[in-house]
C-alpha cells in the first residue's frame, strides 16, 4: 500500500465552483437611477423646496443601499476564502490520516482500536464537512443505507478500503480541474463529479461503521 499525498492546492478550484453559490446567495444588486429626459426636453423644472427635499432622501437611500452591497459583497469573499482555507485543510488531513492508517496496516502492527477510533472519526467530519460544499449525491442504495455491522474479522479488510477510497476521491479529476472544463469534456467531467460523490459518501459511511466498530472493541482505558 502506498503512502500518498495530493496537492491541496488542486482543489481551489473545485472549493470556489462549489461555495460560490452559497456565499453570493444573500447579495443583491443595486438598483440605478433611470436616466432623465435629454436636455431641453420636458416640462420647465419645478423649483419646489419639497422635491428637492425629496429628490435627496431618495439620493441618500440610494447611496446606502450601495454601501450595503459593497459590504455584502466583501462579506461573501471573506466566507469564500475561509471555505476555501477549511476544505483545503480537511482534505490534507483526511489524506495524513489514511497515511497513518495505511502504514500501520504494511506495518502488520496489531489493531490499536483506541487509534482506528480516534483516526476514522477525524476522517469522517472532515468527510462530511467537504460535503457541506460539495453536495455529494449518489443513486439509493438499500444495502449501502443499511450496512451490515461489521465483524471484528471484517475490519483490516475494511481499513484497506477506506485507504482506497480516499486514494480514488483525492485523486479524481474533477477536484483538480473544475474551474478549466472545456465544454469538449464535459461529460467526462460529469463521470468524475459523479464518482467523487460516490467515493465521498462511501467515505462517509465506511469510516463511521468502523469507528462504531472500533468503539466496541477498544480497550477500556
Not at 469573499?77 to 483545503?88: E, G
Amino acid at each position: 500500500m502506498k503512502f500518498r499525498m495530493i496537492s491541496v492546492n488542486d482543489l481551489t478550484g473545485c472549493v470556489a465552483a462549489g461555495v460560490f453559490s452559497l456565499c453570493v446567495a444573500g447579495s443583491t444588486l443595486a438598483q440605478r437611477a433611470p436616466a432623465g429626459p435629454p436636455a431641453g426636453a420636458g416640462p420647465p423644472p419645478n423649483n419646489n423646496p419639497n422635491l428637492d427635499d425629496r429628490q435627496r432622501q431618495v439620493d441618500e437611500t440610494r447611496l446606502r443601499s450601495a454601501e450595503m452591497d459593497v459590504g455584502a459583497e466583501g462579506a461573501n469573499q471573506k466566507r469564500l476564502q475561509a471555505a476555501i482555507v477549511n476544505m483545503k485543510e480537511d482534505f490534507r488531513r483526511i489524506q495524513v490520516v489514511r497515511n497513518d492508517i495505511a502504514r500501520n496496516l504494511v506495518a502488520r502492527k496489531p489493531l490499536d482500536y483506541n487509534l482506528i477510533a480516534v483516526q476514522t472519526a477525524e476522517i469522517n467530519k472532515r468527510a462530511n464537512r467537504l460535503n457541506v460544499y460539495m453536495l455529494a449525491r449518489a443513486p439509493e442504495d438499500k444495502e449501502q443505507n443499511n450496512p451490515s455491522e461489521l465483524k471484528s474479522e471484517e475490519m483490516i479488510d475494511a481499513l484497506v478500503k477506506l485507504c482506497k477510497l480516499i486514494d480514488g476521491f483525492t485523486e479524481n479529476p474533477a477536484l483538480k480541474n473544475a474551474a478549466t472544463v472545456e465544454a469538449k469534456e464535459i461529460e467526462k467531467a460529469k463521470e468524475d463529479k459523479a464518482k467523487a460523490d460516490r467515493d465521498l459518501l462511501a467515505i462517509m459511511k465506511l469510516s463511521e461503521s468502523i469507528q462504531r466498530k472500533s468503539d466496541s472493541l477498544k480497550a477500556p482505558k
